[in-house]
DNA sequence: AATGTCCTCACCCGAAAGTATGAAATCGCT
DNA sequence: AGCGATTTCATACTTTCGGGTGAGGACATT
């Protein structure tokens, strides 16, 4: 959370510098006040508005990298586990076709509290806080179907 | 959807007014030009920012249709949402984005009460107890992606 | 005007989920 | 033989979810 207002800062402030930058030798001369400032306004509006979408979203926490283009590495990592453990991907798949923890450890076996540690691990290897962003980011990475 | 812009369009409207009110006789006298663009730039950078937080919506399966044309509300009515209402859809499907109750609260401008409500009637409707559960019940019926 | 649906919000309470920490057994690898 | 990863399980604790119930306002339909 904080790492998204820090670099938020530094975006504002840097626009700021650019806007400065700009101020009295460029538009000063050209256009008035009222525009100039509406237009920094919406600039500043709009800008903020990206960032606020771009970098909430819970399948993105975590990776502060801005996509540029339509990226190929999807599909590098669909092989790829992401570090997952067989364990924690069976656990995860389980976790997305919606069952309890109880029921999943029934399924497999095992006591409640190991299929708390899967989760807990799986949860910090995907970086995410709960089961329904695991499901959402695993989906995006092509680990679960 | 709507709503969102129009009260985007007021937030930032109103800012302009305000700024406009302190416009020359206030802060001008007191602060380098500079420092008032400094300050427009950052409270319509956090506006923007605050209403993209919040504006975190995705169009999907049913409504992507809809946005396209205005002419097929009734097709829309008439589109299989199991009987989900469309504040229960919307929560639905930032369940399935991996929000939590809170988060989907502070998104959608209501209590945590509301999205509690609305997410046990999708429950009721969609025969589930779970939210993992809705959200894979839900991809099956085709009514989020 | 009455009805029904939807949206909103509240309170309480129990269940489920998640965090933190530790630990033991197994297995592969060097 | 030691190391790391994995799997298993435990306790204690906090947070989030979900059920139950009730209720008021907005809105459209009848």
Redesign the interface.
């Known amino acids: 959370m904080w790492r998204y207002i820090i670099l938020?800062g530094f975006v504002?402030a840097g626009?700021?510098v650019i806007?400065?930058w700009l101020?009295?030798h460029f538009l000063m001369h050209s256009l008035s006040m009222?525009i100039y400032?509406?237009l920094?306004?919406?600039?500043?509006?709009?800008?903020?508005?990206?960032?606020?979408?771009?970098y909430?979203?819970?399948?993105m926490a975590g990776s502060a990298q801005i996509e540029t283009t339509s990226d190929v590495p999807t599909t590098e990592l669909t092989n790829d586990t992401s570090g997952l453990s067989p364990r924690e991907l069976e656990v995860l798949e389980l976790?997305?076709?919606?069952?309890?923890n109880q029921e999943i450890a029934d399924k497999l076996f095992v006591s409640l509290n190991t299929v708390k540690s899967h989760s807990s691990n799986l949860f910090l290897k995907l970086d995410?806080?709960?089961?329904?962003?695991?499901?959402?980011?695993a989906r995006e990475l092509g680990l679960i179907h």
Not at 40 to 54: C, E, N
């Open positions: 938020y504002v626009l700021v806007m400065n101020d009295f009222e400032l509406g920094v306004a919406l600039i500043f509006a709009f800008t903020g508005g990206w960032i606020g979408w771009r909430t979203r819970p399948s976790i997305a076709m919606g069952f309890s995410v806080k709960r089961r329904t962003q695991a499901v959402s980011k």
